[in-house]
């Protein structure tokens, strides 16, 4: 495929994988005197602007961590407040078909509802033959989770006798992963102050650069994007060389 050409400049070879921890959505609220559910739907319309602008960056697939398979603690009413607007987004399918856009979901969807889950698999069937852009939408999701959903894939073929013990590899870990056949993180992008990586993607994750602002994420705009892009273009990635 021929290289993209980035809206930041012809000379920017922008990362292949971005993922996105949307922190900050309860503060925001918060800081307006609003319940917790409106600092979500505000963060909601940011992962759309963000999602439209990554493509013109030029990045091949974008990853955001919607739902983690911790955030079930919270109340009830918020939990129902985000899977609305999951299913309302799904619902309004058009701005991803006019943005040639490919949408793959991961996480454990059987704990989902099921209108929920009918809806991700209509859309990762309507748009997977687009290929302007993949984005990866981790719903339900936690890492150490799809690590245990992956060793007991391999377990269930050494059981059968078609697997050896001996015989597992890193590579086989990696396609058992929910991931599959998506490429490994090259940058993290975490707004709202906090500095950790909270179960996302930490497979995935091994040699990704991270990058973190104090700004909360229904803040952070399209130029805070580029200006966390651009940050990655500068450093030295050794893959543990030198
Ligand atoms: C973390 O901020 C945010 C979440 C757990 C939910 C993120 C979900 C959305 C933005 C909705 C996404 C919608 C679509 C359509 C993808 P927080 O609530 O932990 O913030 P806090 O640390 O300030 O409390």
Redesign the pocket.
Known sequence: MARKISCLGDNIIPPAHVGVI???????AKKRGLP?KF??RE??KN?RSITKHAKAVGIDYIT?Y???TE?WKRPKEEVDA?MD??EK?LDEVEDFIEENIRIRFIGDRSQLKPSLQAKMRHTEETSKDFDAMTLV?AINYGGRDEICHSVKTLAEQVKRGELEPQDITEDMIERNLYTEEIPPLDLVIRP?GEQRLSNFMIWQAAYAEFYYTNI??PDFRVNDFDKAILDFCERNRRFGGI
Request: glycine share 16%; aromatic share 26%.
């Open positions: 949307m922190d900050g959505n309860g503060r925001w917790r600092g979500h963060g909601a992962f955001f919607a739902f983690s955030n985000i607007l999951f987004y939408l709202s909360l994420w």
